[in-house]
């Protein structure tokens, strides 16, 4: 297993700019996880975008010239976009040591996307990427790298065996986290599965599968430090801990591949139990996304069970789901009674069940067609030939007793299942049921979409800076917003997240999302100072909701009703879908743990690449009315904010 995230929804209002008094009446959310929020990786990236890189010399690396026409397929060739994208690294970084990562492919939007770590004495340097997007006419379209470029050490440190045993380090993890995982030296044993470098633990108890540890460098404060990357599944986090590999007490960086979240069958668009009805829904799968839900090339499934998920309740909060309870029809007829006021929820589970799988399967199905398919590393069990790592549909617990008033989303490397866990609320009287607050089903689903989108398929340490991490949060409000779009809408309305699974008004963020300043006054220097990536993502969820915003009024909203987009030419038709659009194809153009300006860039090139930049002006003014424009700069400690667009806008 390689990186994994666990992302988290919920955030207090009060917590959104890190001072203001707690509102009365908080939630009280239940947390068994651990706190890895000073173990952040640093940020590290640069991103070049297509307007920068089309002014890079070279006859097969340059340029950013497309010839427009259908964005279904690509005329590259696997060879010709790999070979481009290694020649720009090696002219770019002619003295580093890197490998190819098996995970490159060709979006739907035409542009090949190739990623590559850093190598030193045939050990990676973990926090290193190299992200290239070649466009269709086989030029360079942007990059991204971390690369390090200081000394690199004198000697192999394999061949000196100049590190500890990985036992210790494994012992200094848990010891530094506090990880739920019992191991003891002469009692753990080690069995080597990648040459000298890799180890499996044998002889732990309270992990999902057994640990492993990795010999690995980790770029930090300017130099390289060798370190063991151990990893430990323990549901509620699954962490990669970075510890030095002499010093075992000392942690370097963590990651934690689990996502937590906030918030249906009552139709796609209906947010939750005061948003809509009920409704009995016929064949509800696109063609296009999924055969059938209930079909995994292995099987025909009578339960919520199929090829892109898994759903059952959980009440004892466990990690086993294959022997979970699940309705189950001859027929696929899965009818249960709900209403607002049954209580206990377990009396309900087979509805709550049915909900989550259909949510799930249908998100899966719009991102599909938008672009998040088998060769960008979707959820799916058999990916029918089409690319990609198979095995991993998303397992959807719902009624997960393992805590309350809260939601998360775990997400490996592509090959690995995603792992969602809904949880009951208890801030009103009856409970209400996470599972029927779409809003929260899709928060959740998103982080696993940003994470395998963000530096590529195999590689799910993308987001796990402060700012990267809380643009995750940022992303999963958004898309988590644009789906429950009513015809009737315009600008004027504020949307929030989490008010009814809640019980509070307003909903769990700060401020609603909100094109009016004076009732959201957030901009992007307001990330200074602020420690929470839900605080962060608030700010960047806000940003978004004016880009939306923006292309909603140049090309419509489009027929909400309708889940199926219409493209012309591989263009959405509608501002709404577009929107998506052009997050999905920045988030895989953007390099691995992105900030801001670097995430607004991508967006900007990916319309570029799939309009000629048709909507530059939307998106810049945009950004700008947010102080993201034009000159707007990163600095952890005091972010540079502009108002400026760019000459012709």
């Not at 015809?487 to 008004?505: F, L, P, V």
Request: net charge negative; with cysteine; hydrophobic share 35%.
């Amino acid at each position: 297993m390689h990186g994994l995230l666990l992302a988290g929804l919920l955030a207090l209002p009060s917590n959104v700019l890190g001072h203001p008094a707690e509102p009365p009446n908080s939630v009280n959310v239940t947390h068994r996880h651990i706190d890895t929020s000073a173990y952040f990786l640093p940020q590290l990236s640069l991103y070049n975008k297509s307007e920068d890189v089309a002014e890079y010399g070279g006859d097969n690396i340059t340029g950013s010239s497309y010839s427009g026409g259908d964005h279904s397929a690509s005329n590259l060739s696997s060879e010709d976009y790999v070979t481009v994208a290694t020649s720009l690294l090696k002219a770019t970084l002619p003295y580093a040591s890197f490998r190819l990562i098996d995970d490159h492919y060709i979006g739907d939007s035409g542009i090949g996307h190739v990623h590559f770590r850093q190598t030193v004495y045939g050990i990676d340097i973990d926090n290193t990427d190299f992200n290239v997007n070649v466009g269709r006419d086989g030029k360079v379209f942007s990059y991204g790298s971390s690369f390090y470029e200081g000394e690199i050490p004198k000697a192999n440190p394999v061949a000196k065996r100049d590190f500890s045993d990985p036992v210790n380090a494994l012992i200094g993890a848990i010891n530094t986290l506090n990880i739920p995982v019992t191991a003891a030296v002469g009692e753990v044993k080690t069995t080597p599965i990648e040459g000298n470098s890799t180890y499996m633990f044998k002889g732990t108890t309270g992990a999902l599968t057994d640990p492993t540890a990795q010999l690995v460098y980790l770029q930090k404060d300017g130099g390289l430090h060798l370190t063991w990357r151990v990893e430990t599944d323990v549901g509620d986090n699954w962490l990669l801990t970075y510890v030095d590999a002499k010093k075992n007490d000392q942690v370097h960086g963590v990651v934690d591949y689990v996502a937590s979240a906030e918030y249906q069958v009552y139709p796609w668009g209906v947010n939750d139990p005061t948003d809509g009805e009920r409704a009995h829904l016929y064949f509800p799968w696109f063609k296009t996304g999924s055969r059938n839900w209930h079909i995994d090339g292995r099987g025909w499934h009578t339960t919520t069970r199929g090829n892109n998920a898994i759903a059952q309740d959980n009440p004892s909060g466990g990690w086993e789901y294959e022997d979970n309870h699940r309705p189950t029809n001859p027929l696929l007829i899965f009818r249960y009674p709900y209403t607002q006021s049954m209580t206990p929820p377990a009396s309900y589970r087979d509805a709550s069940i049915t909900q989550l799988f259909y949510t799930g399967n249908v998100y899966h199905d719009l991102l599909y067609i938008l672009g998040f398919n088998e060769k960008a590393g979707n959820f799916q069990v058999n990916n029918w030939g089409k690319g990609g790592k198979g095995n991993d549909f998303t397992i959807l617990n719902t009624q997960d007793g393992s805590g309350v008033n809260n939601a998360n989303f775990a997400t490996p490397p592509d090959g690995q299942p995603g792992r969602m866990r809904m949880y009951v609320w208890d801030t009103s009287t009856p409970y209400r049921d996470g599972s029927f607050e779409a809003g929260i089903v899709i928060h959740e689903y998103t982080h696993g979409v940003s994470n395998r989108l963000t530096g590529g398929p195999a590689n799910s340490r993308c987001l796990s800076s402060l700012e990267s991490g809380g643009m995750g949060e940022g992303w999963s409000d958004f898309f988590a917003t644009v789906v429950h779009l009513k015809e009737r809408d315009t600008r004027n309305k504020n949307y929030t997240i989490g008010e009814w699974a809640s019980g509070r008004q307003g909903g769990i963020r700060k401020y609603p999302y909100s094109t009016d300043l004076h009732t959201n006054p957030l901009m992007y220097v307001d990330a200074d100072g602020l420690e929470s990536v839900h605080a962060i993502g608030t700010i960047w969820c806000t940003i978004l909701n004016e880009v939306l915003w923006n292309l909603i009024e140049r090309h419509g909203m489009g027929n909400v009703n309708k889940i199926k987009p219409t493209f012309k030419d591989g263009v959405p038709t509608d501002g709404r879908n577009l929107a998506m659009k052009l997050v999905l194809d920045g988030m895989a153009l953007q390099p691995c743990l992105p900030n801001f300006v670097q995430a607004r860039d991508a967006i900007i090139d990916a319309d570029m690449n799939l309009t000629k930049g048709a909507n530059r002006c939307e998106l810049w003014k945009a950004f700008a009315k947010r102080g993201l424009g034009v000159g707007a700069a990163y600095n952890p400690e005091k972010r540079v904010g502009s108002s400026r667009v760019p000459g012709g806008c």
